[in-house]
């Protein structure tokens, strides 16, 4: 990969407190483009009800700063929010992005919500579909795509200068990393998917998707590769890709399924859009009983 650590993105976060979810406006430094990275829909559950306050406040950031929206870029297919990518596009524009794999997840999700041959498990859905070794661009600046899957099979790391956006590769290091056992999810490609972001260069700013505050600690969601190599509690100081299988499968296994993982799959495997109405006129997400 080249070397453009002198490029430096301007990047603004805004947490989620309900997910626990860090969203990033990325901005190009040398001009007024950015692009929208891992966008949050406020969905009441227990109601069905459905809000766009954290979404509002990345649109009046952009606008408020004079920015022009080029991506909205979906990490992964997220488990436990639902995606304001669609909302945010129909107000600013802007492409969807997200893994190629996006297919995978489709597949397999598509057979466990029993979806018809109307839904598309081709990601048609998205905009563009990213492999290893893409890149795109935002305004000047050169966003190169590595495929880390692990967590899930459409799990992207987003490297934009001195900057790479990680989804739930990694978390901060004093959190280590993200579960394995969702369908098409595994420990030790995920480990792998790990030695490839702490390949970047040491001073490479690392985001993450989210942050839980463990031990009580305030939320960060910044660190870096030198960091993570030296004090991630998962795979820092050497720790052998058998250590981190044996860890993360027994932990797993402890983990209760996340609180908004059937409704979120069901709209984020659309690229952030709900099913079809009924014949009624209102909109349904189904609950299977015994499939995760």
């Not at 929208?36 to 306050?53: H, K, M, N, P, Q």
């Not at 600013?92 to 997200?98: E, F, N, P, W």
């Not at 839904?119 to 305004?139: C, K, N, P, V």
């Not at 299988?245 to 996340?258: H, K, Y």
Request: hydrophobic fraction near 35%.
């Amino acid at each position: 990969m080249r070397d453009t650590v002198s490029v430096k993105p301007e990047v603004k976060a805004f947490f989620d407190d309900d997910s626990h979810t860090i969203s990033y406006v990325v901005k190009d430094p040398s001009s007024n483009a950015c692009a929208v990275i891992d966008s949050v829909l406020d969905f009441d559950y227990a109601a069905g009800r459905i809000s766009y306050e954290s979404a509002d406040e990345i649109i009046r950031y952009i606008e408020e700063n004079g920015l022009e929206l080029e991506w909205l870029i979906e990490t992964h297919v997220h488990a436990d929010h639902l995606s304001a990518a669609p909302y945010i596009q129909e107000k600013l524009g802007g492409k969807i992005g997200v893994g190629a794999n996006i297919k995978v997840v489709q597949d397999v999700f598509g057979k466990i919500f029993n979806e018809g041959t109307e839904f598309e498990r081709d990601g048609s859905q998205f905009d563009a579909l990213f492999e290893d070794g893409d890149s795109y661009r935002i305004g000047n600046m050169e966003v190169q795509v590595l495929h880390t899957p692990g967590h899930t099979p459409a799990c992207m790391t987003h490297v934009v200068g001195d900057a790479a956006f990680v989804g739930d590769t990694l978390f901060m290091p004093d959190a280590g990393s993200a579960r394995a056992d969702f369908p098409g999810g595994d420990a030790g490609t995920l480990y792998d998917s790990i030695q490839k972001v702490l390949a970047l260069p040491d001073e490479t700013r690392l985001f993450m998707c989210h942050d839980y505050g463990p031990n009580g600690r305030e939320i960060r969601w910044e660190t870096t590769v030198a960091e993570e190599k030296a004090h991630n509690i998962h795979v820092g100081e050497g720790k052998t890709r058998e250590d981190f299988i044996r860890f993360r499968t027994e932990r797993d296994a402890q983990l209760d399924m996340p609180r908004l993982i059937i409704p979120s799959i069901q709209v984020n495997m659309r690229a952030g859009h709900f099913p079809d109405p009924e014949d009624n006129g209102t909109v349904y997400l189904k609950t299977p009983i015994n499939a995760l």
